[in-house]
């Protein structure tokens, strides 16, 4: 008599229970649902990779060049980060150029606006008006930013460098059209507006001598001939264009021999780049201009042996690596008075 009884208690207690589970399952869901609705709408819009608000950034100021195939992957590539502004800069015999910054960057993009056509001028004074004068030049709004653009296009540049060149793939002999420069959104505050001047002229160098250039090739010609054009006919006294080189001149010690690639990293690059730097400039100084950019021409082309730079040495100058390092050692003495 009393079986019958338990099973009605047994099958309520189980369908109470299992009640109460659906009901907690159910709370959970909307919990959660509703928090990651919430985490949508305040996520900020710099955060990297998100894509919100459409696949283009905004553009602010103009509706100008927007169909302009050369901005479609940088407005791509900086949607993450927040809206733009882009300037379009007209450039003699050549396409116009792109200028983009984010609007809290509007002070350096007008230094680069009103920079850039006298050093596409001083550019192609050193190496000729064969080479792409209309670049994409964009500065990084955040570090994060600058270490994203670089990244993406293969390149590992640390937090501290001012600013980089790149070029995506083109075939052998011909002239890059995808470069673009990028800069650091610190470089202007650390080397004010003329400063970013010097730098838009070095990166505009190794715009214009990419076609020429070979990965590998020695960096003391590479980083010291965009560096000479960079400074030509600028004014700088020597101490202020090589500060540490400068101190150790005075200190006694002279360079043996031309920097080698190591020396560009670590702790010792400042001193590598200026001497890089001295070398190119004492080189135009005593053969001019056009056999210094001849030498690049030919040993550009790859990585070189030491045989191989003496052989370019005695061809384009008629000198031997002695009597380049004996004349640029004297050179070095005679601006250190």
């Known amino acids: 008599m009393t079986e019958p009884s338990r099973r009605p208690a047994g099958l309520r207690s189980w369908l109470t229970a299992n009640g109460r589970l659906e009901f907690c399952l159910t ?56 809206p733009i502004l882009v300037r379009r800069v007209a450039v003699e015999s050549a396409p116009d150029a792109l200028l983009v910054a984010h609007p809290e960057h509007r002070a350096d993009l007008a230094v680069l606006e009103r920079e850039l056509a ?5 550019v192609s004074a050193v190496w000729g008006g064969d080479w792409n004068r209309a670049p994409t030049i964009v500065v990084a709004g955040t570090p994060t930013e600058f270490t994203a653009l670089t990244r993406s296009a293969g390149i590992a540049a640390a937090a501290d460098v001012a600013a980089v060149s790149l070029t995506g793939s083109y075939p052998p002999g011909t002239t890059p059209t995808d470069q673009r420069i990028v800069f650091n959104p610190d470089a202007r505050r650390r080397v004010g507006d003329e400063g970013l001047a010097t730098l838009l002229r070095h990166e505009l160098t190794h715009v214009a001598t990419r076609a020429a250039t070979t990965d590998g090739a020695p960096l003391w010609l590479l980083e010291g001939y965009a560096e000479y054009v960079a400074q030509r006919g600028q004014g700088s006294t020597f101490s202020q264009i090589a500060p540490t080189l400068t101190t150790r001149l005075r200190a006694g010690t002279l360079p043996t021999d031309l920097v080698t690639d190591t020396e560009f990293t670590g702790t010792d690059a400042p001193y590598a780049y200026e001497a890089a730097w001295s070398a190119c400039a004492y080189l135009a100084d005593r053969y001019g201009d056009a056999r210094l950019t001849a030498l690049y021409q030919r040993l550009a082309t790859g990585p070189q042996s030491a045989a191989a730079q003496d052989a370019a040495f005695t061809a384009v100058f008629g000198t031997t690596r002695a009597e380049l390092l004996g004349g640029w050692q004297a050179w070095l003495r005679a601006h250190t008075v």
């Open 27 to 82: 709370l959970a869901s909307v919990t959660l649902l509703t928090g990651a609705c919430v985490a949508l709408v305040l996520v900020p819009r710099h955060v990297g990779g998100l894509q919100l608000a459409g696949d283009e950034a905004e553009v602010l100021g103009t509706t100008e060049g927007l169909d302009d195939p050369r901005l479609t992957p940088v407005r791509r590539d900086l949607q993450p980060y927040g």
């Open 118 to 122: 006298p050093a596409i001028d001083a």
